[in-house]
């Protein structure tokens, strides 16, 4: 039998933070990552080419919107909210920042929770 290993961050996902990509995607980014990161907290990575030469705030400003239609409670607890243009996490010499967020919501570090 084959297996396949799983990232550290693909074993937090849950239910919820499942619904968090599904409606996300539905509304049209290309790529969609979530998982709860402990009791309180849940991180959701977007990837989009559309972010391409946007700044941070720009590009929270078109996923925000979309978290609204979510539950209340999974919205309370979406507490990290990464975006990144897919340029950025293919060239870590020039986007050092960015490389080292990414690297973190996929091999997260101990929560204290």
């Not at 396949?4 to 619904?19: M, P």
């Not at 941070?56 to 979309?66: C, G, I, K, Q, S």
């Amino acid at each position: 039998m084959i297996q396949t290993a799983s990232t550290r961050w693909e074993a937090k996902r849950t239910d919820e933070t499942r619904q968090v990509e599904e409606y996300l995607r539905n509304a049209g980014f290309d790529q969609v990552d979530a998982y709860r990161y402990n009791s309180a907290s849940i991180r959701v990575r977007v990837i989009d080419r559309r972010f391409e030469g946007l700044p941070v705030e720009n590009r929270d400003a078109m996923v925000e919107p979309h978290l609204k239609a979510l539950p209340e409670r999974t919205r309370a607890d979406i507490m990290t909210l990464f975006t990144f243009d897919p340029a950025e996490l293919r060239e870590p010499s020039t986007n050092l920042r960015e490389f080292m967020m990414n690297a973190e919501f996929d091999d997260p570090s101990p929560t204290m929770l």
